[in-house]
């Protein structure tokens, strides 16, 4: 395959200030389009095609173990405290403390072979790429591990691939994330951008909050700084603050040319159909409680609304929880380092099970589970024996990193429900039965939504494949 050229390393990954980028638009700071992608009319997924994808990703390494590959006859340092329960599914059992997304089981299916084979670092940055782009990490990734920063010439995310390949939404971005850049600033996670795409497929960031989980910062007017809303409306100082931030990038060799987005910013900042659809406030209190009023289901939710508004694809990345950073010495996640069972039994699985099963009935029930894919997926497992050495060894109750196997969930899609897909070895270790990694599950959402022509262009003309040599797990649909 032809290579893309590289920028230099010793380029800094932020090099603008956000007071000079509109998050409106799909201005990014990740550099230059290295690549056009090829447009192709969406072939059908088995019988039905996916018009829109909801990936909800556990951040910080969800345990598999735990939750969706349980082994109950496992040894206790193995199996942990956890009992499985009954599904909806015959034969599909889930953690006892996912009673409502064992109620949703039948339109499942799990996919318990996942692993890195071997390609990973066991650190979150490459499994963040791995799992969001379909990409193994490279060298860099091996040998920066966590201060590895995101580069102009990665791999793409699935979301950008998608928003790529499908028709631009007549006012919203086609790729949207919310509720947080993943691991910004410190920690900015690689895999999330369009990157060697170019800029203009990057996902819209949007902002939500624990604290007021209602309010999320639309792409109303995303610019800091002395601009008030009412300054930024006006179009004149719009692209003057656009128009500064090319300027500066074309000083820096870094960007090309803005026009394009100049003209969508400006016209999602002035869309009423942008604001209403992430207006929270329209839909009943009643539903909003269906679903928990915390910052997972309020994501959950607005997640449903974009899809309704046509969006192709929207991730919601777990937000942190600074109480559970102490608790579970995870920073706040789904890394449980240590109390691994009481901080998933008390908050992490209760805070996942409510909205998520919601989510698969509320999109059941308006008719648009059928094409819209929801995937579940993480950067990696949790290591199936009990005691991590950072949390105080077995005393400790942590699960380390695990990246040689996790699963993922599928519902949605024309994806055939009440069914699991490979299998891990007795004690959740490795994949046993058909293993496959996460280029097959990237290629699996870019089939159920119809994308089969996964060619881009670099900017010497030169074709390149957006997959891994890998294909979708045709057997799902």
């Known amino acids: 395959m032809p290579s893309v050229p590289h920028p230099p390393r010793h380029s800094p990954h932020f090099p603008l200030d956000r007071r000079s980028f509109l998050v409106a638009g799909g201005l990014s700071y ?20 996916a018009k829109s994808a909801i990936l909800i990703f556990l951040s910080g390494g969800a345990s598999h173990i735990d939750t969706w590959d349980m082994k109950p006859q496992a040894p206790a340092e193995y199996r942990g405290t956890f009992q499985p329960i009954q599904t909806s599914s015959a034969g599909i059992e889930l953690c006892e403390h996912l009673p409502l997304t064992a109620q949703q089981a039948h339109r499942l299916a799990i996919v318990r072979s996942v692993g890195d084979h071997g390609r990973g670092t066991g650190d979150h940055h490459a499994g963040y790429y791995y799992n969001l782009t379909g990409h193994a990490p490279d060298q860099t990734f091996h040998r920066l591990l966590n201060a590895r920063t995101p580069y102009p010439d990665d791999w793409p995310s699935v979301a950008s691939v998608v928003s790529s390949k499908r028709p ?71 692209l003057e603050q656009v128009d ?10 870094e960007l090309g040319n803005y026009s394009k987005h100049q003209s969508k910013a400006f016209s999602l900042l ?24 915390g910052i997972m289901g309020m994501s959950l939710l607005l997640a449903r609304r974009l899809v309704e508004a046509g969006v192709p694809f929207i991730t919601v990345f777990y ?19 240590g109390n691994n069972f009481n901080c998933l039994s008390d908050r992490l699985l209760p805070e996942f099970d409510r909205p998520y099963s919601t989510l698969l009935e509320d999109l059941a029930e308006r008719g648009l589970l059928d094409e819209t894919l929801v995937i579940v997926t993480s950067e990696m497992g949790r290591k199936p024996k009990i ?91």
């Open 244 to 253: 500064l931030a090319q300027r500066r990038a074309e000083t820096r060799g």
């Open 387 to 477: 005691g991590d050495p950072r949390s105080g060894g077995p005393n400790g109750a942590g699960r380390d990193h695990w990246t040689a196997c996790q699963s993922v969930l599928l519902a949605g899609g024309g994806i055939r429900g009440g069914q699991v897909y490979g299998s891990s070895d007795r004690y959740a270790e490795f994949p046993a039965d058909r293993p496959c990694s996460p280029a097959e599950i990237a290629h699996t959402i870019y089939h159920s939504l119809g994308i089969e022509d996964l060619t881009a262009y670099d900017r010497q003309n030169r074709p390149f494949s957006l997959v891994e040599s890998s294909g979708p797990l045709l057997e799902l649909f």
């Open 30 to 49: 990740l550099g230059t389009n290295l690549a056009a992608p090829v447009l192709a009319a969406p072939r059908l997924a088995g019988n039905r095609t």
């Open 168 to 238: 631009p939404h007549p006012s919203l971005p086609s790729a949207i994330t919310l509720p947080q850049k993943e691991g910004a600033p410190e920690y900015t996670r690689p895999g999330q951008f369009a990157a060697r795409l170019g800029i203009e497929y990057d996902p819209l960031f949007v902002d939500g909050s624990r604290e007021a989980p209602l309010q999320f910062a639309t792409p109303a007017l995303a610019l800091q700084g002395d601009l008030s809303p009412e300054r930024m409306l006006h179009r004149r100082t719009l």
């Open 270 to 293: 002035t869309s009423p159909s942008t604001k209403s659809a992430f207006d929270l406030s329209a839909e009943p209190e009643a539903l909003r409680e269906r679903y928990s009023t």
């Open 319 to 337: 937000k942190a929880n600074k109480e559970l950073d102490s608790l579970c010495k995870s920073g706040g996640g789904w890394d449980t380092h």
